[in-house]
């Protein structure tokens, strides 16, 4: 097979892709409803078509955020943002843990773990960020020299 080399062949391979990536995306959705009419939730979430539908949406997420941040029309300190919004992350992780903690039958390990893990959660892709705004500096560095 020859690697296409035309750029406009290109682009347009790349449309068809993700074409087709709407498209499975929204059979996986049908596929989930389905489960969830007939089954319940714990059958939707039991079924493996979850599992695929979840890992598939995180990959984007993260090929998303490499595209956005080298987007971004104006250069970010890339150590304020980290700070600042990671200090964001631990006041949400804090707070929901601190209304789970209060609610009536739970207790104080229940909220703490839910805080610890939405905290590490909302804290990876910070960091990813972080990490790629930091390579786009040192590019721009590089490219001034």
């Known amino acids: 097979m020859k ?3 035309d750029e ?4 347009r ?3 068809n892709t993700r074409i087709v990536y709407i498209v499975q995306t929204f059979g996986i959705l049908c596929i989930l409803g ?3 009419f007939i089954n319940g939730i714990e059958a939707m ?3 493996p078509v979850w599992l695929v539908f979840m890992i598939s949406g ?3 997420a993260y090929l998303s955020m ?3 941040v080298e987007h971004e029309n104006k250069i970010r300190n890339p150590k304020k943002s980290f700070i600042f919004s990671t200090l964001i992350i631990l006041s949400i992780s804090v707070l929901v843990s601190y209304l789970i903690t209060i609610t009536p039958n739970s207790e104080l390990s229940q909220g703490t773990l839910i805080g610890v893990i939405l905290f590490i959660c909302f804290l990876i892709p910070n960091v990813y960020i972080y990490r790629l705004r930091m390579k786009q ?5 590089d490219l001034e020299e």
């Open 34 to 36: 389905y489960e969830l």
């Open 66 to 68: 490499s595209i956005s």
């Open 45 to 47: 979430l039991d079924n």
């Open 58 to 60: 995180i990959v984007a």
């Open 13 to 15: 391979n790349l449309q």
């Open 137 to 141: 500096l040192i590019d721009l560095d």
């Open 3 to 5: 690697k296409i080399t």
């Open 8 to 11: 406009r062949l290109v682009l």
